[in-house]
């Protein structure tokens, strides 16, 4: 953190984004649990998906009339174990917990349950729905297909989204294994992190119409809107780092985001049409598998707990002293954080007090 960087504890941050919220015509229940997903994320470490997205994607998206601020969610299809939703352009957190709560409930009964999702937005994390599931001894995972950002391998046109493929999985230690991240080497969530702090990208993250790679981190956020700017897929640019794997995750989250439920795709998520800013109308899906139906879960905890303490006690890289495993990171995230808060840079305070002016709010003393 730079030295221009406060902290406001969690109470307060989620209090105001409740606020903000319930400012922009978001019922009080959805606003909490908007809210809630965000301040997960900065709990956990993941700063590019937290607060700092509160204004950009969900704020200015209802002022722009292209998300809807009080969320309409129609079951369409429906089976014994599964679900296909239409969330009519609501607030996406508020559709995804929904979507996952009913993939749980059949998951009781069947084992496994899963739910597609058409006509969603943004939805925060991937990560909480899959705590979701974790919290109550089940597997959870899903994905999300997002606006046009990523080339595929040879190719250097945005084409498909970020698309995380996300799991959460219970162990017997103090946090679960929980793998959250993009199919893309990074996401425009941290470059939009990387901007507030005045950084350059790093060289092969993102490449130009030449395939040449961009380190200009302003102008690649303008670009890669433009369409003038990619990102890269998982494994770099081209084949010999393994590129291909990463644009063929991408690829399987898109179809599971958009043929299962027959919502949009690619180039339909851009956002605009025929010139005119639109929902972004998002679709996502959501899987929880119940441990029980398999074996005990206190049998599945401990092979779990075995297999990642076996990983993080294998031979180190000179001049490593450690070796984590997946959602480490965010748990020692949360032991530093828990009682210092939210870490503000200068960028996401002077937006706190816009959104403070612009709504009138009260009872928030903002550092200086």
Not at 14 to 43: H, N, Q, S, Y
Not at 68 to 81: F, G, L, Q, S, Y
Request: net charge negative.
């Amino acid at each position: 953190m730079d030295e221009n960087t406060v902290w406001i504890d969690f109470e307060t941050a989620e209090r105001f984004m409740i606020d903000v919220l319930e400012g922009v015509g978001v019922p009080a229940p959805d606003a909490k649990i908007v809210a809630e997903v965000l301040i997960t994320a900065d709990k956990l470490g993941l700063d590019s998906h937290g607060m700092n997205r509160l204004k950009p994607i969900y704020y200015d998206r209802i002022r722009a009339g292209i998300l809807n601020p009080v969320t309409k969610i129609e079951i369409v299809r429906e089976a014994p174990a599964v679900a296909v939703i239409d969330g009519h352009d609501g607030m996406g957190h508020v559709i995804s917990k929904k979507a996952m709560r009913m993939a749980m409930d059949r998951a009781k009964t069947y084992g496994i349950g899963m739910t597609a999702v058409r006509n969603s937005s943004h939805y925060g994390i991937a990560g909480y729905y899959a705590l979701m599931a974790v919290r109550e001894n089940m597997i959870g995972i899903t994905g999300t297909n997002a606006r046009p950002s990523i080339a595929p391998t040879f190719g250097v046109e945005n084409m498909l989204g970020t698309n995380p493929i996300t799991y959460g999985i219970p162990t017997d230690e103090d946090f679960p294994f929980l793998l959250d991240c993009a199919t893309s080497i990074s996401q425009r969530g941290k470059i939009e992190v990387y901007a507030r702090q005045g950084r350059d990208v790093p060289p092969g993250w993102v490449i130009d119409l030449d395939g040449n790679t961009r380190t200009d981190t302003l102008k690649i956020l303008e670009d890669l809107t433009k369409g003038t700017a990619a990102l890269t897929p998982l494994g770099g640019i081209g084949e010999e780092g393994g590129g291909y794997k990463g644009y063929g995750y991408a690829t399987v989250v898109e179809i599971l985001c958009s043929a299962l439920q027959g919502g949009g795709f690619m180039k339909m998520l851009t956002g605009m049409r025929d010139g005119k800013k639109v929902p972004y109308s998002l679709g996502h899906y959501f899987i929880a598998i119940n441990i029980e139906a398999f074996i005990e879960p206190g049998d599945f905890k401990k092979t779990a707990g075995d297999i990642l303490r076996a990983l993080r006690a294998a031979k180190k890289m000179p001049g490593r002293d450690r070796i984590y495993t997946a959602g480490e990171k965010e748990h020692i995230a949360w032991l530093e954080r828990r009682d210092r808060g939210v870490p503000v840079g200068r960028d996401l305070l002077l937006e706190m007090r816009q959104l403070i002016d612009e709504l009138g709010l009260k009872g928030y003393d903002l550092p200086l």
